[in-house]
């Protein structure tokens, strides 16, 4: 699978803002996804990810009750709603893919999936 993120900008804290994340395949919906993000001089880490049917869902502690993710697997889709953004979210947003037909899960390793878009930056100024 092949992944494009896009919708990233600048925004002001306390703003809403909408992460697209395009895939390619007709497996789509075999793919358990992932939001993820990297902030300058830090490692990346897991924000947010999607069990293939979309019936799960799990959230980094820091966006839980803020940032929603949600996919369309007729669409091959996958979105990350986030409110109430905060100067921390400032960061570089990946969407990332694992096969998940054996086991599906959630993981927040960024080990545990080999499939990752090219990243789209988000700023957020307070």
């Known amino acids: 699978v092949q992944l494009q993120a896009s919708g990233g900008g600048l925004v002001q804290a306390g703003d809403s803002s909408r992460l697209s994340c395009a895939a390619s395949g007709r497996t789509f919906g075999n793919y358990a996804l992932g939001w993820f993000r990297q902030a300058p001089g830090k490692e990346r880490e897991f924000v947010a990810g999607?069990?293939?049917?979309?019936?799960?869902?799990h959230y980094a502690d820091s966006v839980k009750d803020r940032f929603t993710i949600s996919r369309d697997n007729a669409k091959n889709m996958v979105w990350l709603q986030m409110n109430s953004l905060k100067s921390e979210d400032t960061a570089v947003y990946y969407c990332?893919?694992?096969?998940?037909?054996?086991?599906?899960?959630?993981?927040?390793?960024?080990?545990?999936?080999?499939?990752w878009g090219q990243g789209t930056q988000v700023t957020v100024s307070s």
């Open positions: 990332a893919a694992y096969n998940a037909v054996v086991i599906n899960r959630i993981p927040t390793a960024v080990g545990s999936y080999p499939y």
């Open positions: 999607i069990t293939k049917s979309g019936s799960n869902t």
